[in-house]
């Protein structure tokens, strides 16, 4: 089985693949007469076809262990997908480049406290996976007309650790 090695999650290391959702290094000003800080605009949200509009939804997913197995990943071609975490735990991103026959071997990220991610429309990536107990996100992606699912299952599955 081929193996892929899970590091940490940066701005710079996930550009190809969407946006970093984090305070840190964000630009903020402040509002509200001073009492609040706005981190602002963090992710590119997306959302085409028909009757496109932008949703936003609560999940709550249950925990995986490493080494995972992956065998597939998934991309949503009219709309991006957004995770914010509503806890401190940490959760596997798994994304993957196009390539002329689907997508290439996979690159998987691992969380820290306090950032989400924002997959790009049409970017290869894995399944929410949260990693230490039941974990809730707010989600915010596209609906609309239109399959926007199409998922991609490999040849020989990969070990991530």
């Given at each position: 089985?081929?193996?892929?090695?899970?590091?940490?999650?940066?701005?710079?290391?996930?550009?190809?693949?969407?946006?970093?959702?984090?305070?840190?290094?964000?630009h903020?000003?402040?509002?509200?007469?001073?009492?609040?800080?706005?981190?602002?605009?963090?992710?590119?949200?997306?959302?085409?076809?028909?009757?496109?509009?932008t949703?936003?939804?609560?999940?709550?997913?249950?925990?995986?262990?490493?080494?995972?197995?992956?065998?597939?990943?998934?991309?949503?071609p009219?709309?991006?997908?957004?995770?914010?975490?509503?806890?401190?735990?940490?959760?596997?991103?798994?994304?993957?480049?196009?390539?002329?026959?689907?997508?290439?071997?996979?690159?998987?990220?691992?969380?820290?406290?306090?950032?989400?991610?924002?997959?790009?429309?049409?970017?290869?990536?894995?399944?929410?996976?949260?990693?230490?107990?039941?974990?809730d996100?707010?989600?915010?992606?596209?609906?609309?007309?239109?399959?926007?699912?199409?998922?991609?299952?490999?040849?020989?599955?990969?070990?991530?650790?």
């Open positions: 089985m081929r193996e892929i090695l899970v590091q940490p999650l940066t701005r710079e290391a996930f550009a190809p693949f969407g946006d970093v959702i984090e305070i840190e290094g964000a903020s000003f402040p509002i509200n007469h001073g009492m609040c800080i706005r981190y602002h605009d963090l992710a590119k949200v997306e959302a085409t076809g028909e009757k496109a509009r949703l936003v939804s609560l999940l709550r997913g249950k925990p995986y262990e490493l080494p995972l197995k992956l065998e597939m990943v998934e991309r949503h009219f709309g991006s997908q957004a995770f914010v975490p509503l806890s401190e735990n940490p959760f596997l991103v798994v994304a993957a480049h196009e390539q002329p026959d689907g997508p290439s071997d996979p690159v998987a990220f691992l969380t820290k406290p306090g950032q989400g991610v924002n997959i790009y429309r049409n970017v290869w990536h894995g399944i929410l996976t949260p990693l230490e107990g039941d974990s996100f707010v989600v915010i992606d596209r609906g609309g007309d239109g399959i926007n699912l199409q998922e991609y299952f490999y040849p020989e599955p990969f070990l991530i650790r």
